[in-house]
């Protein structure tokens, strides 16, 4: 019987067969491999997938994993906080929709705004709990929310679209 890990590994190299420039699967198969205790290049890899795609916050976590596992916690933090600063950002540096994406498998236990409600800058969107903490998500900055994608009681992976919200 094959495992979720060897799926989860198969799937991204044939997405990386079909697109090489695709940083989602580059950061999926780097996590795999994290996990797989396969650090051979894994580094490089993490830092390709951050540069093919600088918004995709979780692959800054996974990153920082692998730097504590190294030893480097200062560089594990600091990787870190920049991917929490870049998570739901448009390719474009900001200019577009706010995404707010979960920043790791959980629980939605409590969404906390509606489709077409404006909301204000580090105001309380949704609540995610994962590894038996709840995680408050907050706005960016002001808009209105065009898109709640998730119910209360929904499970996510990291990296799921959770809220969209137009800028002012």
């Known amino acids: 019987?094959?495992?979720s890990d060897r799926k989860a590994k198969m799937a991204a190299r044939k997405a990386?067969?079909?697109d090489p420039?695709?940083?989602?699967a580059m950061g999926s198969l780097a996590h795999v491999r994290l996990?797989?205790?396969d650090w051979e290049g894994l580094e490089k890899d993490f830092q390709r997938a951050i540069e093919l795609n600088p918004v995709n916050g979780i692959v800054y976590y996974w990153y920082g994993e692998l730097l504590m596992s190294l030893g480097r916690p200062d560089e594990a933090i600091a990787v870190t906080q920049n991917g929490r600063r870049r998570w739901?950002?448009?390719a474009d540096g900001g200019s577009g929709p706010q995404r707010i994406m979960a920043p790791m498998p959980g629980k939605v236990v409590r969404v906390?705004?509606?489709?077409?409600?404006?909301?204000?800058?580090r105001q309380p969107l949704i609540v995610v709990e994962a590894?038996?903490?709840e995680n408050e998500l907050r706005a960016?900055?002001?808009g209105t929310v065009t898109q709640v994608a998730v119910g209360e009681g929904t499970k996510v992976e990291g990296g799921t679209l959770l809220i969209v919200i137009r800028s002012q």
Do not use: Y
Request: proline fraction near 3%; charged fraction near 25%.
């Open 21 to 24: 420039e695709l940083g989602e």
């Open 16 to 18: 990386l067969d079909l």
């Open 112 to 121: 906390l705004v509606k489709a077409g409600e404006a909301v204000q800058a």
């Open 35 to 37: 996990h797989d205790w």
């Open 1 to 3: 019987m094959m495992t």
């Open 131 to 133: 590894m038996k903490m």
């Open 88 to 90: 739901g950002r448009s």
């Open 140 to 142: 960016a900055h002001p």
